[in-house]
């Protein structure tokens, strides 16, 4: 095994490296545990294609890659599909054309102080909470593809992938839980990306000091003062929230401007 030579990177950035290596690793790990799709994995599987092929703010070829899976899906009239063609599609004939999703997986936001820690999850909540902010920052984009006009539409398919997909099965009932508890009450784009957010601070609080704590990156209530001053305030001695501020951090945190193709191949 080589050694990794940590990658230098800045705090207050994205980095499309880290949703790249994601997309990467749930095609081509995550989803080969699942011999074929049928039913309502296979709703969810086009679900999430859709959403991403429609709301990430990719690469040119990665997008395209995507919105080509997407046709490829829609327009494929059969009930089960083995996981080997998805993967055949994603492999070979993306590259034939010259689509590209990397290679290799790159966590550089992401990279943790030993391999095990961090990577794939980190990426998979960077991933959705770009996506809750393209969503509100787009509201067209989702224009006939079935999931328009929901507010909840990124949340949705975010809690049915993590359900029958994602690899932690504890995480997933921990996500199933919160999502049972409150989402409902979601009533705006704006206020998708501020439930997520706060349901990660929930996670993160949670997990504070946990095995699973990379000693490096101490789970902390995000975005820390340093990142936002405006998001903190005090209010009769006690930490609060200014969530117009967050939203609008937020906004502009996972917004395309602010990531960075730094370490993309
Ligand atoms: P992460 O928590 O993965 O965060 C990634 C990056 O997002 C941070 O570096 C920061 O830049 C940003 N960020 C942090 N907080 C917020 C926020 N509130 N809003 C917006 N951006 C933020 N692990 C368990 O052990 N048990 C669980 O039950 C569990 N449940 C999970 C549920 C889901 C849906 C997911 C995606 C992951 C879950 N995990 C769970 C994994 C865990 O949450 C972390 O992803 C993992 O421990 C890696 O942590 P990290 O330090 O890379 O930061």
Redesign the pocket.
């Known amino acids: 095994d080589s050694v990794e030579v940590w990658k230098e990177f800045d ?1 207050s950035k ?1 980095y499309m490296a880290d949703m790249e290596s994601g997309l990467h690793y749930l095609f081509r790990v995550e989803l080969a545990s699942h011999q074929t799709l049928e039913g309502e994995e296979l709703k969810t599987f086009k679900d999430f294609v859709t959403v991403v092929a429609k709301l990430f703010p990719g690469r040119q070829s990665v997008v395209k890659l995507l919105e080509t899976l997407l046709e490829w899906l829609v327009s494929l009239p059969l009930e089960r599909i083995p996981y080997d063609a998805i993967l055949d599609l994603v492999n070979n004939k993306m590259r034939i054309s010259g689509m590209f999703l990397s290679e290799k997986l790159q966590w550089v ?2 990279q ?1 102080s030993r391999p095990e ?3 794939y ?2 990426s ?3 991933l ?2 770009t996506l809750t902010v393209q969503a509100s920052l787009r509201p067209d984009a989702l224009a006939n593809t079935g999931l328009e006009e929901d507010p909840l539409a990124v949340l949705q398919t ?1 809690r049915r992938y ?1 359900r029958s997909f ?1 690899g ?1 099965r ?6 199933e839980a919160m999502a049972k508890e409150s989402l409902e009450q979601v009533k705006s784009l704006d206020e998708a990306v501020l439930w ?6 929930q ?2 609080s ?2 504070a000091g ?1 095995l ?3 000693p490096h ?1 101490p ?5 820390t003062p340093d990142l936002c001053p405006a998001c903190h305030e005090e209010q009769e001695g006690l930490h609060v929230w200014n969530e117009n501020k967050v939203l609008a951090f ?1 906004k502009q ?2 917004s395309s401007g602010n990531i960075s193709p730094k370490y993309t191949s």
């Open positions: 705090k994205v936001g992401c943790g820690l961090r990577g999850p980190c998979l909540w960077t959705f909470h975010m993590i994602f932690c504890e995480c997933g009932q921990h996500f997520l957010w706060r349901k990660h601070n996670v993160n949670r997990l946990a699973s704590e990379d990156f789970k902390t209530q995000w975005p937020l945190h996972y």
